[in-house]
């Protein structure tokens, strides 16, 4: 199966990363749209717009379908582009939502870009869930700041709240922030349940069992430090260098 992915930078591969290890007999086909990285503050109609390009392109590239691998795009257009076209497309916010309901969490905080919680798609659907904005985040992950002060300040700035809260299951809203587990377990001393978007997305769809495993990766926008930030993320030895502007 030709699975196609999008989102707005890197974060997408932490999606696709769960994909591989889950179902990794695939053709993978990934853009990931970093010249017009963050998404997290544009509006419903610039996201449309840039999605849209997307999707057409991934189409153009024959696959069966699609997977909005980003937060903000899924919670706030997410149920229009799926209305839109006849290919089938996953977004990959729904999944996180059925899976927090089925299980009953309790004492759950999220996380995520601007727009994501403008949207109130979690709020509406997941009761009492603790909400923070975290604009921030995506660019310090993108420009390879993890390991920074600048970055350290942030999460203490934006998870104060909800460590006050004393919630003990935080959604990761934002498929960047897998990227920041470490940083975030430490600060909550271990004692919180991280939930994956990816990680319950790879669990919750059927994908039929095929041979071959493929990956091409497209981005808007190549640096060095993007090149480095897949092969950190995904491995060298599955990404072959097969890193192509659209």
Same mark, same amino acid.
């Not at 930078?9 to 932490?14: E, V």
């Not at 979690?122 to 420009?143: A, D, G, Y």
């Given at each position: 199966?030709?699975?196609?992915?999008?989102? =707005?930078?890197?974060?997408? !591969?932490?999606?696709?990363?769960?994909?591989?290890?889950?179902?990794? /007999?695939?053709?993978?086909?990934?853009?990931?749209?970093?010249?017009?990285?963050?998404?997290?503050?544009? =509006?419903?109609?610039? !996201? =449309?717009?840039? #999605?849209?390009?997307?999707?057409?392109?991934?189409?153009?590239?024959?696959?069966?379908?699609?997977?909005? #691998?980003?937060? *903000?795009?899924? =919670? +706030?257009?997410?149920?229009?582009?799926?209305?839109?076209?006849? !290919?089938?497309?996953?977004?990959?916010?729904?999944?996180?939502? %059925?899976?927090?309901?089925? +299980?009953?969490? *309790? %004492?759950?905080?999220?996380?995520?870009?601007?727009? *994501?919680?403008?949207?109130?798609?979690?709020?509406?659907?997941?009761?009492?869930?603790?909400?923070?904005?975290?604009?921030?985040?995506?660019?310090?992950?993108?420009? @390879?700041?993890?390991?920074?002060?600048?970055? /350290?300040?942030?999460?203490?700035?934006? &998870?104060?709240?909800?460590?006050?809260?004393?919630?003990?299951?935080?959604?990761?809203?934002?498929?960047?922030?897998?990227?920041? *587990? /470490?940083?975030?377990?430490?600060?909550?001393? +271990?004692?919180?349940?991280?939930?994956?978007?990816?990680?319950?997305?790879?669990?919750?769809?059927?994908?039929?069992?095929?041979? @071959?495993?493929?990956?091409?990766?497209?981005?808007?926008?190549? /640096?060095?430090?993007?090149?480095?930030?897949?092969?950190?993320?995904?491995?060298?030895?599955?990404?072959? &260098?097969?890193?192509?502007?659209?």
């Amino acid at each position: 199966m030709r699975v196609g992915l999008f989102d =707005s930078g890197i974060g997408g !591969l932490t999606v696709l990363k769960e994909l591989i290890k889950k179902h990794p /007999n695939h053709h993978y086909i990934y853009f990931g749209d970093t010249l017009n990285m963050p998404y997290g503050n544009k =509006s419903k109609e610039e !996201l =449309s717009f840039l #999605a849209n390009n997307i999707i057409e392109f991934l189409i153009s590239k024959k696959v069966d379908l699609i997977i909005i #691998a980003c937060g *903000t795009v899924s =919670s +706030n257009i997410g149920e229009e582009l799926k209305r839109q076209y006849k !290919l089938p497309i996953i977004d990959i916010v729904s999944p996180t939502i %059925d899976y927090i309901n089925k +299980n009953n969490y *309790t %004492d759950v905080g999220l996380i995520a870009t601007s727009m *994501t919680i403008k949207s109130k798609v979690f709020s509406k659907r997941i009761t009492e869930v603790r909400e923070q904005e975290c604009p921030s985040l995506v660019p310090i992950i993108e420009n @390879d700041e993890i390991n920074t002060e600048i970055c /350290n300040q942030k999460i203490n700035e934006y &998870l104060l709240p909800l460590k006050k809260e004393k919630i003990r299951t935080l959604i990761l809203g934002c498929t960047h922030y897998p990227l920041l *587990t /470490n940083k975030i377990e430490e600060y909550f001393n +271990n004692d919180i349940e991280l939930i994956n978007m990816g990680t319950v997305l790879a669990n919750s769809i059927n994908l039929e069992n095929e041979t @071959d495993y493929k990956l091409e990766l497209y981005f808007s926008k190549i /640096n060095d430090q993007l090149i480095t930030n897949v092969k950190n993320i995904i491995g060298e030895e599955k990404v072959n &260098l097969k890193i192509i502007g659209k």
